[in-house]
């Protein structure tokens, strides 16, 4: 059954009404991407990615909820997430993926988590650990086929073969990662697929994975073992040349805290960037980059003009920035909106409807990603669905 409930997992407990922002956030919908997601894999496990605190909706809510629709296997990118994974899924798989950090064995032990070992010197440290223990750990091998950022080199990959401290762990898993997924057509998908085919066979028998939120849509591409999606299980669209397969999980809304009329010829906003052509009315809103609505969605220009910037939706009328967005404050012109419809107090859509993540962090001149990842701890947070 679908409940209804407000609950804050920073220290300080936001009400709805004195909260300048509202996040709602939806549970089912983030079980039901998962499941889309499942029925894509072409028969792979389907983990969930839940690093930055599941892209910023609280890894608290969303790894249970994702462990009632089947998940059982977590990533996370620092240990200090995957503590907090664990106290909510106690007998999930949960990796860590920005690698092994000197010194810090004990601790994946002591909460039975799982390292993705990406350099010889992480491997030697998690077999030396395994064998002060006697005792064979599981971990992930992460080789880079690309991007040139975190994992053993192809070559490196290739040799691991020969390399004794191999017999001191388990490998539970060999992995790499798309550069461009999301680029159907890319050539590097092709290039990083048998870069990591013939890694798989050189390495027999451990299971593999590969594909992203995007990878899982890519034609072609082998499911293999383990899929690890993130973004689209948040509402992204992992397919950006197509519609989305997914549904919105999160929506946000702001206050109205002034609504006021500006004369001609006047600027609004910090240094005057945004100049009201004509008598324009503007609605000021209580969210600011300081609740990790991005500054770069300022609207600079004259009002009437289409620029690439901030959107909202107002009464069901799409309303433009105008201005600087501030630390607190973001200055919209609701001049479009019939001047009954809308009072102080009233709430806006940042999020929701056509304003999707994808097209919040276009207009932000950033991905979506940026967007989930910063939602602010200001916010009242309202999770719809079912919650452990
Ligand atoms: C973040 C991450 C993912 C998830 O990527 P999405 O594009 O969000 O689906 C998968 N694998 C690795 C190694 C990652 O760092």
């Known amino acids: 059954m679908t409940q209804l409930t407000s609950q804050h997992d920073a220290a300080g407990a936001v009400p709805e009404n004195a909260a300048g922002g509202i996040l709602h956030i939806d549970l089912d919908a983030l079980a039901s991407n998962w499941r889309t997601l499942r029925d894509n894999a072409g028969g792979a496990e389907t983990a969930a990615v839940v690093k930055a605190n599941a892209y910023g909706i609280g890894i608290e809510q969303a790894v249970p909820a994702l462990g009632r629709a089947g998940c059982r296997t977590f990533f996370v990118a620092h240990l200090s997430e995957a503590i907090r994974a664990r106290a909510v899924a106690p007998d999930a798989t949960i990796y860590v993926l920005n690698g092994l950090f000197a010194g810090t064995g004990p601790t994946y032990a002591a909460h039975n988590l799982r390292p993705v070992l990406g350099s010889f010197e992480e491997i030697e440290e998690w077999a030396g650990f395994c064998r002060a223990e006697n005792r064979k750990r599981p971990a992930a091998i992460h080789v880079d086929t690309g991007m040139n950022r975190l994992g053993l080199t192809v070559p490196q990959g290739l040799a691991l073969r020969d390399r004794p401290e191999r017999e001191d762990f388990e490998t539970a898993l060999l992995m790499s990662h798309f550069v461009s997924a999301e680029e159907s057509d890319n050539p590097l998908n092709r290039q990083q697929i048998e870069a990591f085919e013939a890694l798989r066979s050189s390495l027999p028998g451990i299971p593999a994975s590969l594909p992203n939120s995007s990878g899982i849509f890519l034609n072609g591409k082998p499911p293999y073992d383990l899929v690890r999606p993130g973004y689209a299980l948040y509402g992204g669209n992992p397919t950006p040349d197509r519609a989305n397969p997914m549904k919105p999980v999160v929506g946000l809304e702001a206050r109205i805290v002034q609504l006021r009329w500006v004369e001609a010829d006047h600027t609004v906003g910090y240094n005057g960037r945004w100049l009201a052509v004509e008598k324009r009315r503007i609605a000021t809103l209580s969210v600011g980059y300081a609740d990790g609505y991005p500054r770069s969605s300022s609207a600079r220009g004259r009002s009437g003009e289409d620029l690439l910037a901030g959107m909202t939706l107002v009464a069901g009328h799409p309303c433009p920035f105008a201005g600087n967005v501030s630390m607190d404050l973001i200055t919209i012109d609701v001049t ?53």
């Open 336 to 388: 479009a909106v019939p001047e009954n419809r809308i009072k102080r107090g009233d709430t806006v859509t940042l999020i929701g409807g056509d304003l999707t993540i994808d097209e919040v962090g276009r207009r932000a001149g950033t991905i979506g990603y940026e967007i989930l990842t910063n939602l602010g701890a200001r916010y009242a947070r309202a999770y719809r669905g079912v919650q452990g």
